[in-house]
């Protein structure tokens, strides 16, 4: 079992959607979650931290992390078409000796 | 805002070469990464580095790599004798960590081409 799924898409909204993106974990010790949005050669920019459970919300993005399902989420209101990207789920032990992504999920907004 | 800077934005070599990309990690931060990233696949974890020691490594971190630490600022990844499989992006990245911190930040990431 991998330690962290994700669904690769490609995920195709049109303009103005509620777009969920998600994420599942296998290990118990995760303790820090992150969401990034990765544009084709650039490298991930980190768009949401949560520290263990809860949400956590940020202009048009909302994360949640249950650790009792081991799932996390990003939700994206209003998605536009500059949300067109790969988003990536990342987490933690509490030791930081590596970080875990998941394979991403490639997001198009069609205007 | 902090950020953390690569170098060289791209680089191209010769199979057999040596390379040495270069990372300026956020200045307070104590844990320091490299992830690779084979064009249209996904982020995969090479090494960390903690306490000017390495904490971890994964299965392709092997005797053809391997990491320093400088001058107290740089983070630098060498990669002996490259093979046309390590073309890829090669991304630091540094985290402060610890109690309720823990988010990790990239570069923009290093291009490397094998030829």
């Known amino acids: 079992q991998k330690e962290v799924e994700q669904d690769p898409g490609p995920l195709s909204v049109p303009e103005g959607a509620i777009v969920s993106l998600n994420c599942t974990y296998s290990n118990s010790a995760f303790q820090y979650f992150m969401w990034y949005r990765q544009y084709s050669r650039k490298g991930p920019e980190l768009l949401m931290y949560t520290y263990s459970s809860g949400n956590k919300e940020d202009g048009s993005f909302t994360a949640q992390v249950d650790k009792s399902s081991k799932y996390i989420s990003l939700f994206i209101r209003d998605s536009q078409p500059s949300d067109s990207a790969t988003y990536l789920c990342a987490m933690s032990p509490w030791n930081f000796n590596k970080f875990y992504f998941g394979s991403g999920t490639k997001l198009n907004v069609k205007p | 805002e902090p950020e953390v800077t690569q170098t060289p934005s791209h680089q191209v070599t010769q199979m057999g070469q040596e390379v040495i990309l270069r990372c300026v990690p956020i200045s307070n931060h104590l844990y320091f990464y490299w992830y690779r990233q084979i064009l249209g696949q996904k982020v995969e974890f090479l090494v960390s580095?903690?306490?000017?020691?390495?904490?971890?490594k994964s299965e392709i971190f092997d005797d053809q790599f391997s990491v320093e630490r400088p001058d107290g600022s740089n983070f630098t990844l060498k990669i002996r004798s490259t093979k046309l499989e390590d073309s890829a992006m090669y991304f630091c990245?540094?985290?402060?960590?610890?109690?309720?911190?823990?988010?990790?930040?990239f570069g923009e990431g290093s291009r490397l081409t094998v030829l």
């Open positions: 580095f903690y306490n000017n020691e390495i904490s971890e």
């Open positions: 990245a540094s985290a402060l960590a610890g109690g309720s911190t823990g988010e990790l930040f």
